[in-house]
């Protein structure tokens, strides 16, 4: 599925502001957040592509790419794989933005107590990336090297994002509880505290390298083995490829999604490849032997005496194979009559003499489709 303009995404133009982006993802991510609209598909599809929007647009280096170069761009850059992620997740990455909660659910709560919310370990964050594969390489299988930016653990900080020798205090506005509690008459609003972000602790001192976030961006370099018969937009998932968890939790995977390259002369259908082939008037009138292209090089094909124009011919086993039962399609060859543009004195001659011999010997069927139109056009004048 092709992805949607970032800025039509989120209803901002070419020459939004930063603080314009960000009031127009609060604004959409609102609108299609789960807790919002419970069971609709449509409305976390929409929440999840906000996110990726955002992401893109907030920042500086890859809104540049994508505005010069569109979505090709962003490869390499390190995106999140939003479509995989868990929408709360999605609400715990920027709940700075959303309100400080990760969903609508959590906003009321009873009796006026706090409940803590130390966080746990949790697993990284799914990164997506692109590979371009050729019909040759669909066909074999292949393996192919993979380049791409994430971020990765400081090697400074260790991930803390705490200077070295310090480590974080307890969170002055929430106490250390991770939440904050606002009365409202009967009921009491209990929200993610803002300032921690419900870890219940707050740097003091933050890493200079990473300026307290405990996460760097790093190039990785990575091989990927192709399995045949894939298919356009098939994702191949790269387990633990993905950023690194937070408190000990395992990484995320990298999913790679399949770019098909267009080939000069077959098309694909399935498990089968397409190939058309232009032949004149007389090679179809008397028989020929033709080289039509295929994956490895050209076949011969024998076409018989009287071939029509967009008759198809099958070559067994010169397709592709498929992903799961490793059967191969077929190729399919569909002619073309070419009428000629030109023809020299003695060519015009013979044709023009093969037509009137033509005209003495005309078959059943056109005989019938003529008379139907003299028939047609003489009863409506």
Known sequence: ??????????????????????????????????????????AEAKFKECAEAYEVLSDSDKRQRYDQFGHEGLRGMGMRDYSHMRWQDIGSIFEDILGGFGGFGDLFGMGGQRRSRRA???????????????LNDIAKGTEKTIEFTRQDICPECRGSGCAKGTSPGKCPSCGGSGQVVKSGGFFQMVSTCRQCRGSGQVITTPCKKCKGSGRMPKKRVVEIKIPPGVHEGQGIRVTSEGEPGRNGGPRGDLYCYVRVKQHEFLQRDGNNLIAVVPISFSQAALGTTIDVPSL??????????????????????????????????????????????????????????????????????????????????????
């Open 120 to 134: 746990g370990p949790t697993r990284g964050y799914d990164l997506e990336t692109s590979v371009d594969l050729t």
């Open 1 to 42: 599925m092709a992805k949607r303009d970032y800025y039509k995404v989120l209803g901002v133009g070419k020459s939004a502001t930063a603080d314009e982006i960000k009031r127009a993802y609060r604004r959409m991510a609102m609108k299609y957040h789960p807790d919002k609209n419970p069971d609709d598909k449509d």
């Open 296 to 381: 490895d090089g050209t076949r011969g094909l024998k076409i018989p005496a009287g071939t029509q124009y967009g008759s198809v011919f099958r070559i067994k086993g010169q397709g592709l194979p498929d992903i799961r039962t490793k059967r191969t399609g077929d190729q399919l060859v569909q002619i073309i009559i070419e009428t000629p543009a030109k023809l020299n004195a003695k060519q015009e001659e013979l044709l023009r003499e093969f037509a009137k011999i033509e005209n003495k010997s005309v078959s059943p069927q056109s005989t019938r489709f003529f008379e139907k139109v003299k028939k047609y056009f003489g009863n409506n004048r």
